[in-house]
């Protein structure tokens, strides 16, 4: 969706009249866009003024086109500038352009290269490399248009930070970032000659096929076969992705139910359930290669962003072009709002559960699950009720029942949608329901861990646990420690230099903000994981730090969570503020998540040492029983 189109010649008045502001908010607020706040009304006034200098060249005809914040399909993000038009060979083209007001710039770690810190937005922040950002957005739109792809259209990236000082330039020219910039050059304050000489090799005359941006704008969306042999080529041999037992038959279902949808168009929403480790998430990653590769618009989508970022790493082995050529594919319900209905053929909404009414910035959401469904011909949702974590969560069977029948969405939910077989915890449904007892959560169930093979260790020393999952990290990097919602952001708030502290000395940091692939990032080990961080994912070895939310009474035999031990820093989850039977619910439901991240092992460490001992004591109960 384009949200500023005209010709350069209207372009420059708009500019000169000092309206192409006004223009481009009202057009926002018309198409019921996000947007248009203080800051970025003041960057159109004041970066706008500077393309319009750039352009304003002779040689670049007045009858070009241009578009300015070009929504990119399948996501939310929007290109600054655009202009379209031929090159001396009747090539046709469209530069895109990525402006920045920076000023200066620093490197923030060797291992961070897609990113740089610099002040915007009223405060140092950690942002894309504008070059990566440029390439980003260009290799999304050749892989979503099928008029890019058919006519062959250059889409060539650049960015122009205007007021950038040239003494900090060795920042943005540093080795990390070379595969952005040479992809996707940037031009600085005293290059206008540059970038205007830049813009002039791809266009030199307006189109002979007419206007460029309108065909593109209102072009079919269809993934590239770049895009297609890149996720088939990714996914080949990796053996994390393999199907096995009731995830195959589910599958099976989802393409069945696809080709329907394309035979008829009539809408459908399957509802996918799993516990944990039943496999939901490779479920989603293979039904989103499927759909890929057979040219159907389609899409992940989790609330979760860690998931979508771990998963990406996974799939791209490192390569960082395969990385950013898959990354569209993954997204976020935020602005589905504003997607027509049926635009995608496919959603594939996973962690379905942890879906809301509308989140911040979102402005004109209202439901995600409803709007889930209303943008997609086919939505499939992969869901555990049982891991709702915060009282903002509504994704749950009800709803989406709810809403597929508002929308005249036919729902298939049945035995055959229902994933049982156990990929995680040594594939043991045991370990599942050992939880379960433990948390007492529902009935208890007599269990037989004579089978389990599964390493459960209660620590009474927190280094210890650490220390043992230390080892462990070194074989495979695939041992993390997580925790609860108990302790302070102190870090994040500037109030010291570790969160966690517990008894002899031990002490740790949450996972570090700007960490975006935690759970396999090689340097974050020695970082505590949220639940939101950790939510969706698995690993070898799972160390669980349990907090004074949730404490053991001897005298009654009671598990007793505590909401009031839930730290004033947490804002997401309204536990504090929750009813008692709201609060106990949610936090069973995070203890029991975390408890169920590991493939191979769980060390579980208490405060509440009276916990400590019901765990350690129920454990060799079983043992003894299952002997």
């Not at 393309?51 to 914040?69: F, G, L, T, Y």
């Not at 996501?75 to 007001?101: C, H, P, W, Y």
């Not at 290799?139 to 792809?149: A, L, M, P, R």
């Not at 500037?494 to 570090?512: C, P, V």
């Amino acid at each position: 969706m384009i949200v500023y189109n005209a010709t350069k010649e209207q372009f420059n008045d708009d500019v000169i009249m000092n309206r192409i502001s006004g223009i481009i908010l009202d057009n926002l607020r018309s198409r019921h866009l996000s947007g248009g706040q203080t800051a970025e009304f003041n960057s159109w006034q004041n970066s706008l003024q500077f393309m319009r200098n750039v352009i304003d060249d002779r040689a670049i005809p007045d009858d070009v086109s241009i578009a300015i914040e070009y929504q990119i399909p399948r996501t939310s993000k929007r290109v600054d500038f655009m202009i379209a038009g031929s090159d001396d060979a009747d090539n046709n083209n469209v530069v895109i352009v990525e402006l920045k007001q920076w000023q200066k710039a620093e490197k923030v770690d060797d291992i961070m290269m897609h990113s740089v810190r610099t002040f915007t937005g009223g405060s140092e922040r950690i942002v894309n490399h504008p070059s990566y950002q440029a390439y980003a957005y260009s290799t999304f739109i050749k892989n979503s248009s099928e008029q890019v792809q058919d006519e062959n259209i250059g889409i060539v990236p650049c960015a122009y930070l205007h007021n950038y000082d040239p003494q900090y330039r060795d920042v943005l020219d540093d080795p990390i970032y070379e595969t952005w910039y040479t992809e996707a050059p940037y031009f600085i304050r005293d290059e206008v000659m540059k970038i205007r000489s830049f813009i002039k090799t791809y266009i030199t005359k307006r189109s002979a096929d007419g206007d460029l941006l309108y065909k593109i704008d209102n072009g079919r969306i269809r993934p590239s076969k770049a895009l297609q042999d890149c996720l088939v080529s990714l996914m080949k041999g990796n053996p994390e992705f393999i199907l096995l037992d009731d995830q195959a038959v589910a599958y099976d279902i989802c393409r069945q139910t696809m080709k329907q949808c394309q035979k008829d168009m009539q809408k459908r929403t399957i509802i996918i359930q799993g516990g944990p480790g039943t496999g939901k998430s490779v479920l989603a990653v293979n039904l989103l290669k499927e759909y890929i590769t057979s040219g159907l618009n389609a899409c992940y989508c989790t609330k979760n962003t860690a998931p979508r970022n771990a998963y990406q790493k996974l799939l791209s082995q490192s390569d960082l072009k395969a990385e950013l050529n898959i990354k569209q594919l993954f997204r976020s319900p935020h602005g589905l709002n504003a997607a027509p209905q049926n635009y995608y053929d496919c959603l594939i909404i996973d962690e379905a559960h942890r879906l809301v009414k509308k989140i911040f910035s979102d402005w004109h959401g209202k439901n995600q699950v409803m709007e889930c469904i209303n943008a997609s011909l086919l939505s499939i949702f992969l869901i555990d009720e049982n891991q709702q974590i915060s009282t903002s969560d509504i994704g749950s069977i009800e709803e989406i029942n709810k809403w597929a029948k508002e929308l005249n969405s036919i729902v298939i939910s049945d035995e055959n949608t229902v994933l049982h077989s156990q990929f995680r915890c040594n594939g043991s449904d045991e370990y599942i329901q050992f939880i379960n007892n433990i948390l007492q959560i529902g009935e208890p169930v007599d269990i037989d861990l004579k089978e389990l093979n599964f390493d459960i260790r209660v620590f009474d020393d927190p280094n210890e646990l650490r220390d043992e999952l230390r080892k462990l990290n070194k074989i495979n990097n695939k041992a993390r420690m997580v925790a609860g919602y108990c302790y302070d952001w102190d870090v994040k708030n500037h109030r010291g230099d570790y969160d966690i502290y517990l008894e002899n000395d031990f002490k740790a940091k949450w996972n570090l903000e700007a960490d975006k692939i935690w759970a396999i990032n090689k340097k974050s080990f020695e970082q505590v994981g949220c639940i939101h961080t950790c939510q969706g994912l698995e690993f070898d070895y799972i160390g669980v730090l349990i907090g004074k939310d949730l404490r053991y009474d001897p005298e009654t035999g009671h598990i007793i969570t505590d909401r009031t031990m839930v730290s004033k820093d947490d804002k997401s989850s309204g536990i504090r503020t929750a009813d008692d039977e709201t609060a106990e619910r949610l936090i069973k439901n995070t203890y029991k998540t975390l408890l169920t991240r590991g493939q191979k092992g769980c060390y579980i460490y208490c405060e509440d040492k009276e916990l400590a001992g019901y765990i350690r004591s129920f454990l060799i109960t079983q043992q003894e029983e299952s002997n």
